[in-house]
T-cell receptor, first 116, second 112 residues
Framework: EPEVTQTPSHQVTQMGQEVILRCVPI?????FYWYRQILGQKVEFLVS????????KSEIFDDQFSVERPDGSNFTLKIRSTKLEDSAMYFC??????????????FGSGTRLTVV | DQQVKQNSPSLSVQEGRISILNCDYT??????FLWYKKYPAEGPTFLIS???IKDKNEDGRFTVFLNKSAKHLSLHIVPSQPGDSAVYFC???????????WGAGTKLIIKP
């Protein structure tokens, strides 16, 4: 069964450092997402990406965040200067067009980001 | 602004019995509702969905009921099995986009 792959599974970084979280979505999917879940809190939408551009972003997704799909397969989330409150599980998800109806998103296993 | 609410943080059910997980929403623009299951250290896994044009959708042991007038949906699991122990998230989407708005989740514990 096709999977969404996220690397690394755990990233520890110092406050103020840049991090790049990587995702390989399912190959024929068209929509890509980043969500995060701070420990004990709700899953929060960060950004959606379609047709090589951001289609929607939340208030959380400020200027410190950026996304790229540099080579048609990887989908990356960059945090330019990490803060302590960026510590969370970050989930990548992909969706094949109208498949929300039947299949929902396919999520990766997540990257646990710990900012110290 | 909690557009999707799951008011029970946890639920404990005897194995073999019915588990009922509830979800309320406030945004009348939502027209698609989904349930996801999440184990620790894993990403959410899609379980079942329902369109606003329906009031029930069934898939094996899982049934989702939608009451649009009450803006309420529920997930029924019958019979409950130990492997069902997980956190269950309700999520909603509006036709205008594919972004999901998530509830806070309910931790389901199936007791042997």
């Amino acid at each position: 069964e096709p999977e969404v792959t996220q690397t690394p599974s755990h990233q520890v970084t110092q406050m103020g450092q840049e991090v790049i979280l990587r995702c390989v979505p399912i190959s024929n999917h068209l929509y890509f997402y980043w969500y995060r879940q701070i420990l004990g809190q709700k899953v929060e939408f960060l950004v959606s990406f379609y047709n090589n551009e951001i289609s929607e972003k939340s208030e959380i997704f400020d200027d410190q965040f950026s996304v790229e799909r540099p080579d048609g397969s990887n989908f990356t989330l960059k945090i330019r200067s990490t803060k302590l409150e960026d510590s969370a599980m970050y989930f990548c998800a992909s969706l094949m067009g109208g498949a929300l109806r039947n299949y929902g998103y396919t999520f990766g296993s997540g990257t646990r980001l710990t900012v110290v | 602004d909690q557009q999707v609410k799951q008011n029970s943080p946890s639920l404990s059910v005897q194995e073999g019995r019915i588990s009922i997980l509830n979800c309320d929403y406030t945004n009348s623009m939502f027209d698609y509702f989904l349930w996801y299951k999440k184990y620790p250290a894993e990403g959410p896994t899609f379980l079942i969905s329902i369109s606003s044009i329906k009031d029930k959708n069934e898939d094996g042991r899982f049934t989702v009921f939608l009451n649009k007038s009450a803006k309420h949906l529920s997930l029924h699991i019958v019979p409950s099995q130990p492997g069902d122990s997980a956190v269950y998230f309700c999520a909603a989407s509006a036709r205008s986009n594919y972004q999901l708005i998530w509830g806070a989740g309910t931790k389901l514990i199936i007791k042997p």
